[in-house]
């Protein structure tokens, strides 16, 4: 262990905030050089070496901030987990902690003010792709690591896995496979993060997804517009006028016949001016759907049309489009089964399709939704740890996104507690160009995760 781990007062409350304070510039460093390593898993846009270096990375941190054990496995769908280990003391329980090495791509280089792979201090936040998703939470679980130092109560599991953001599931596939490798009391899966900067808060549901590509076939091909226009069932608008019925024609609320609309959210609400000015809405343009913005974000199911496939503007003849095809999403609040969305959503676009059009609905993915019962003693002590560090009550939030791990751990471990957080919040633009992280949420957070693993052996005897 490093010299910068001997220091008094680390088991008070005080020691501990000064402690991972101190370790603010090491953890710049350390995101700088994790956000230098371009480790996007995909082959067909960065080598697959730049993903390795980030698991060597991640393996040799975790070592020499306590773990033994460190390793790399290979996952079945090719990329490299890193795993760690630290026994607990006689009769503690062990906290498994989560995170994810690879990144998005940072997609249109142009949109980015800064170079996406050199972390860029500018305006108090810290810029780079995967500063917040989820290097941000690599450092924060180093931090928390490094101020307890030898101090550690608790036995502790770690996995970081390489191919979160492409979605193949290679670590799902692992879990299945080897679940005596992350047995554990509590997992803190952090892959999420706050409501807002300050606020402390606990992910506690998680929407399901299913994705369809829909094909709608009119004719035997391309027939000219003037000849035949009028008469000729166009593929493109009959497909255009399917996908309409999926949203309410006034509200933009989506319509799914079969599925419960409705639903309401019970927790942490979320401003609509926030809303609109974290999302990047236009001057004017009206939000979609009704009820509170967190109803229509966690409670309720979201369509959104991700793509179509059809005559492009330049270079479109004056002809009738015999065929086109449309990619659709299908986000699902918890309560509602995968499978039953992906029927009814096929139901709904098969009756909807007008004119006699062949119209087939091929499922291309799914995940079920996640709810986690909030009720155990490591709920408990986050909020302890929450309340001690941002002076206000844990709060509770859902989340858009799909994370089928968190199906897989639950499944597989169904004594466990189960904690989604992280230093993530709207402003750091995940995914998308310019993301940066709050360096305050990376020292407050890893305060909060220091407090939780001090302090959670002795409330989980209670």
């Known amino acids: ?16 905030a000064a402690r991972v304070a101190a370790l603010m510039p090491r953890a710049q460093t350390d995101l700088a050089e994790l956000v230098a390593i371009p480790s996007v898993a995909d082959p067909r846009q960065y080598p697959p070496e730049d993903c390795r270096r980030a698991a060597l990375w991640v393996a040799s941190a975790f070592t020499d901030a306590g ?71 690599i450092v924060m679980h180093l931090t928390a690591l490094r101020a307890l130092g030898e101090d550690l109560p608790v036995g502790i599991r770690f996995v970081a896995e390489g191919s ?29 993060g706050n409501a807002t900067v300050g606020q402390g808060t606990a ?23 003037g000849m035949f226009g009028g008469a000729a069932p166009d593929a493109l608008a009959a497909l255009i006028q399917a996908l309409s019925t999926l949203r309410d024609p006034a509200t933009g609320a989506t319509r799914v016949n079969g599925l419960d609309c409705e ?43 991700l793509g179509i496939d059809c005559p492009p503007v330049v270079g479109s003849a ?9 990619r659709v999403s299908l986000r699902i609040p918890p309560g509602t089964e995968p499978d039953a969305a992906l029927d009814a959503l096929t139901r709904h676009l098969t009756d909807a399709i007008p004119w006699g059009t062949r119209l087939t609905v091929e499922p291309e993915s ?21 309340r001690h560090v941002y002076g206000k009550p844990l ?22 507690e189960i904690i989604l957080m992280g230093v993530e919040e709207p402003r750091c633009l995940i995914h998308a160009p310019n993301e940066s992280v709050d360096p305050t949420e990376i020292q407050h957070m890893a305060h909060v995760e220091a407090e939780f693993l001090r302090t959670y052996a002795a409330a989980a005897r209670h």
């Open 67 to 137: 773990l033994s054990d460190v390793r790399l496995v290979r996952t079945p769908d090719g990329s490299d987990a890193v795993v760690g280990h630290r026994p607990p003391p006689p009769g503690a329980p062990t906290v498994l902690l989560y995170c994810h090495y690879d990144v998005q791509p940072p997609l249109d280089d142009d949109a980015w003010r800064t170079p996406p792979f050199t972390l860029t201090e500018r305006d108090g936040r810290w810029y780079g792709r995967g500063a917040a998703d989820c290097k941000g939470n």
């Open 1 to 16: 262990m490093n010299d910068e781990n001997n220091v008094d007062d680390r088991d008070t409350g005080a020691g501990l």
């Open 263 to 305: 639903g309401t959210w019970d927790g942490v609400g979320y401003d609509e001016q926030q809303f609109r000015a974290d999302a990047g809405v236009l001057d004017g343009v009206r939000l979609t759907g009704t009820g509170s913005v967190a109803d229509r974000l966690w409670a309720r199911p979201a369509v959104t049309v």
């Open 164 to 192: 979160e953001e492409q979605g193949t599931g290679g670590l799902e596939s692992y879990v299945a496979a080897h679940p005596e490798e992350f047995v554990a009391d509590v997992l803190l899966v952090c892959d999420t």
């Open 318 to 326: 004056a002809a009738v489009p015999p065929t086109a095809r449309a």
């Open 203 to 225: 992910t506690t549901t998680l929407r399901g997804m299913v994705n369809v590509v829909v094909t709608a076939h009119t004719l035997d091909g391309e027939i000219h517009s």
């Open 366 to 386: 799914s995940g079920a939704p996640f709810r986690a019962a909030t009720d155990g003693p490591a709920y408990r002590t986050l909020d302890t740890a929450v």
């Open 395 to 416: 709060a509770y939030l859902g989340q858009g996104g799909s994370i089928p791990l968190c199906n897989v751990l639950a499944d597989t471990y169904p004594d466990a």
